[in-house]
């Protein structure tokens, strides 16, 4: 049998544990554990016990000999010899996976909801979720097929013909298993225990830490006991107190523990306006302390949420903080690559591959692939292209830098394409990442230190997958990669050398931690107790009655913990928050109030701040800590570059810009600095839609231009416009167009039929096409039609542009127009300002001084929009109503505006903007 022994109150638990030890081992010259387990719950209380064991072995003058220290999930490896080889993580992923593939239509619907196929991504989560539910069934020694039959002696509800298709599935597993020679192992030690089959040679005696013992667990040390081996679970509490709530095998009676009071000090328990505000109790505390080793406190932060403004905070305040368990290697930088690497093959989109591009150790890849900056090149593919799909990419990039970024990508991309056997994709995905990341040049150790771990524990799942028999089912890459990321996100990082920081745990090692002093964060429902992960397939009642971990269980073994941590002799400070950082209300934890009468009343209202005492102590803030530690600010909301702004040129839209804000113009035009502003949206912004008319439109323009007269007939002239946004729309996106580029390009399409009704009548006034998208640039060779032109005389300017129309008619002369698609359908007078302001806009007016350099005079009233808006009722061509005077008025400001750069005034009028 298990015996029970009570450790007592008011000390720490490993301290009591080391005496109760040395005490089993008996006098002699030498403290002799060599036949004795130790099973803690944590693996990080093991160095301290064992630290513990040599100290007092020292203090007596005695030498250890030591015994071994683990946790419950390697008791079984310890003691259980395997009769075969067990399946690694892999193995049985994979076995998983080809079970869940091997599922009918009505197996389906069992488990799912649904009789269709599963796509690529619902078959790993199936076979993930299967593996994850036997796997805590076998934890409570369970088979899937007990499942029903327990749940209706109890009366729970429960489905059965669901649990006889996932018994089903798990026995198809095994058998996949069993035709590679492997064995489950879950199965295997499940039976061993049955059987009686235990490795104990030179075992005498297994002392415990366990609240609770899991089903498999107790069953296996029930065996053990029998065979002679001396088991026992220590309590740490005293007997007097706590003999009615624990069993008899030193575990927690969980329906006295539901009610069990717990003597808490209203002194201890700070309560917080918000979340984020428990730091600044934490840092308080920390203070109060005075001068301590940092080994002399405790951060306890059961909620995850809270440990990056943690650090953030600390990092702030300088505080030096060690974890003792770093995240997950998904989250770590090589991690997050997999991730992202898995994304792009098997969704094979264009969003996913930015993502991709966008991760350091690829843009490392990429440069030296020769692509000198991949991120900036690719965010011009996307912004001209908004591609759908990777395969699109080769026949819509059309820079000699997209091409050159296209290429390395597809080359990797293709490596992975087909299916092989898992064992072939093990060799394949480690080369790729060996590849991708062997040049990549970290910024600083600690970078480097995570890159070799992640790679390493990625090595070792992939050599799993490697040792796989080569003759198993084929594998698509993604497959391979899912897998792989699946194992990752059940492995953490490990802790960096340490800084000798104050150490930050999670709420289950708090109880085995034996520093003076400890703050305890996170006291509120939901957070503590900790919430219960709950299946659908096995919701509460259900896990109730089959001994698995559910909320009654949960409550109970925190206020355990909780109840033992307060009575461990240690400085206890207690952090419960008011409202999430949304405002939202929390409620505090019911651990807090397990007080009737008037204690609950006094203690309610000192939760929500309204007693005397908090009436007089405004509650710690991080609001104020910030406000205490933050310096000045050296950061500068609108900083002035060095030396003279880099400008050599302007289009005739960019004196717009100049007009509304000369800061934020210069930042646009110094050559040297050039701000743009980057969207990665799945559709095209305001200035692509317009591209995607004025393209649409030029394509048609040329076309009409090189017809002997203007079309006048509507029907033709807008079958001619659909046609080249048709073109145009497959040339600039691709065969697989993102869903949101296919609908602006249907609104396009019922714009353009606006505009064709307009042409139509346009043409049948006489006026005829003369020019298309004239454009006007440095230098002719460099493909622009004309070389921009000096303004206002030698000494200024290059002055650039591009015309979207030029018409003419025999009478009227010339008119230089250009296409507006705004949702306003604002005209030229509008847009360009008007008396009252001045001038806004200098777009029109120097359209006039492109034009004269070509021998084109366009008349005042020569200039306007071709207003294509979403509404078909506003489409129209709107001349401006200016003067000569008007026009030479705009161009003597134009004059101005450029003499500012020339003259090197720049700087000043932008520093007077920032002002």
């Not at 991309?413 to 790729?432: F, I, Y």
Request: aromatic share 4%; proline share 5%.
């Amino acid at each position: 049998m298990i015996e029970r022994r009570f450790l007592g109150a008011g000390t720490h638990l490993l301290h009591a544990l080391a005496s109760e030890l040395v005490l089993q081992a008996g006098d002699g010259e030498q403290i002799d554990l060599s036949g004795h387990l130790v099973v803690l719950p944590t693996s990080r209380g093991r160095w301290r016990l064992e630290s513990l064991l040599l100290d007092r072995a020292a203090t007596d003058g005695r030498r250890l000999v030591p015994g071994e220290i683990l946790t419950p999930g390697s008791l079984l490896d310890r003691l259980i010899v395997p009769q075969r080889s067990m399946a690694s993580g892999m193995a049985s992923s994979l076995a998983w996976l080809e079970s869940v593939r091997g599922l009918d239509a009505s197996d389906r619907l069992a488990l799912v909801g649904y009789e269709d196929d599963l796509s690529l991504a619902e078959t790993h989560a199936l076979a993930q979720r299967l593996a994850r539910v036997c796997r805590e069934l076998a934890a409570a020694h369970l088979q899937p097929g007990e499942v029903p039959v327990r749940s209706d002696a109890a009366g729970v509800l429960c489905d059965p013909q669901r649990w006889t298709v996932i018994d089903g599935v798990h026995a198809d597993m095994l058998g996949r298993l069993d035709a590679m020679q492997l064995d489950d192992r879950d199965a295997s030690q499940g039976k061993a225990i049955d059987q009686g089959r235990l490795h104990l040679h030179g075992i005498e005696r297994i002392t415990l830490v366990a609240a609770e013992l899991p089903g498999r667990i107790r069953r296996f040390l029930e065996r053990v006991s029998q065979s002679g081996v001396i088991v026992t679970n220590v309590v740490h509490g005293d007997e007097t107190a706590l003999g009615d709530v624990f069993l008899d095998n030193g575990t927690i009676d969980v329906d006295a523990w539901a009610e069990q009071p717990i003597d808490v000090d209203n002194d201890a328990i700070v309560s917080v306006p918000h979340v984020d505000d428990q730091i600044a109790a934490v840092f308080e505390f920390l203070g109060s302390l005075g001068p301590v080793d940092a080994d002399q406190a405790r951060i306890v932060v059961p909620d995850e949420e809270l440990l990056p403004p943690l650090a953030a905070a600390a990092i702030a305040e300088k505080i030096p903080l060690e974890h003792f368990e770093g995240p997950p290697i998904t989250a770590t930088r090589t991690g997050q690559l997999l991730t992202l690497f898995g994304l792009v093959v098997e969704r094979g989109t264009a969003s996913t591959l930015g993502d991709f591009i966008r991760h350091p150790d690829i843009v490392l890849w990429l440069q030296d692939q020769g692509v000198a900056t991949p991120v900036a090149t690719w965010d011009a593919v996307w912004s001209r292209h908004v591609p759908g799909h990777i395969e699109d990419l080769p026949g819509i990039v059309d820079t000699d830098d997209a091409k050159a970024l296209v290429k390395p990508i597809l080359k990797l991309t293709r490596r992975l394409e087909g299916e092989r056997s898992a064992s072939q994709w093990a060799a394949v995905l480690m080369d790729v990442l060996t590849e991708v990341l062997q040049p990549a040049a970290f910024a600083d150790a600690v970078t480097m230190e995570d890159h070799d771990q992640s790679l390493e524990v990625a090595h070792r799942f992939l050599t799993e997958l490697h040792e796989l028999p080569s003759d198993a089912t084929d594998l698509a890459a993604v497959d391979a990669i899912l897998l792989l990321r699946a194992q990752l996100d059940s492995s953490t990082s490990q802790p960096r050398e340490r800084s000798g920081g104050v150490e930050v745990l999670g709420w289950l090692d708090a109880h085995l931690d034996d520093a003076p002093h400890l703050v305890l964060t996170g006291l509120n429902e939901g957070t503590l107790p900790t919430s219960s992960s709950v299946d659908a397939w096995l919701p509460d009642a259900s896990r109730h009655v089959l001994g698995l971990t559910c909320r009654s269980r949960r409550i109970a073994r925190d206020a355990f913990l909780f109840d033992a941590i307060l009575k461990s002799g240690r400085d206890v400070r207690l952090v419960s928050a008011r409202r999430a950082n949304n405002g939202e209300p929390l409620a505090p934890s019911s651990l807090l109030l397990r007080l009737s009468g008037q204690p609950l009343a006094e203690r309610v209202l000192h939760l929500m701040g309204k007693t005397k005492q908090a009436a007089k102590h405004h509650p710690p803030t991080l609001a104020d800590r910030r406000a205490r530690v933050d310096r000045a600010s050296e950061f500068e909301a609108k900083p002035m570059p060095a030396g003279a702004p880099h400008i050599t040129s302007m289009s005739v839209t960019s004196f717009r810009d100049y007009l509304k804000d000369p800061y934020l113009f210069m930042l646009k035009r110094d050559s040297r600095i050039k701000a743009n502003e980057v969207e990665t949206r799945h559709e095209l912004d305001a200035m692509g839609f317009g591209t995607l008319v004025h393209d649409a439109l030029e394509q048609w323009g040329r076309e009409e231009l090189s017809r002997s007269s203007p079309t006048t007939d509507v029907a033709t002239i807008t079958k001619d416009m659909h046609a080249a946004l048709k073109t145009f729309v497959a040339e600039r996106f691709g065969a697989h167009a993102m869903p949101g580029v296919r609908l602006q390009a249907a609104m396009a399409r019922h714009r353009l039929t606006a505009l064709a009704r307009v042409q139509a009548d346009r043409a049948n006034l006489g006026w005829r096409i003369h020019q298309v998208e004239q454009s006007f640039g440095p230098k002719k060779y460099l493909g622009f039609d004309f070389e921009s032109v000096i303004f206002p005389d030698k000494t200024g300017l290059r002055l650039n542009g591009r015309i979207d129309r030029v018409d003419i008619h025999e009478d009227h002369g010339y008119q230089a127009l250009d296409y507006k698609t705004g949702r306003t359908a604002e005209g030229p007078d509008a847009a360009h300002g008007n008396e009252a302001s001045g001038w806004s806009d200098l777009q029109l007016p120097l359209y006039r001084v492109l034009l004269r350099s070509i021998d084109i005079d366009v008349p005042a009233n020569g200039l306007g929009y071709i207003l294509v808006p979403p509404d078909a009722f506003k489409c129209r061509i709107d001349i401006a109503k200016w003067t000569e005077s008007d026009l030479a008025d705009a161009e003597t400001l134009a004059a101005d505006i450029i003499n500012v750069i020339t003259s090197g005034q720049l700087l000043e009028k932008a520093a007077e903007a920032t002002s």
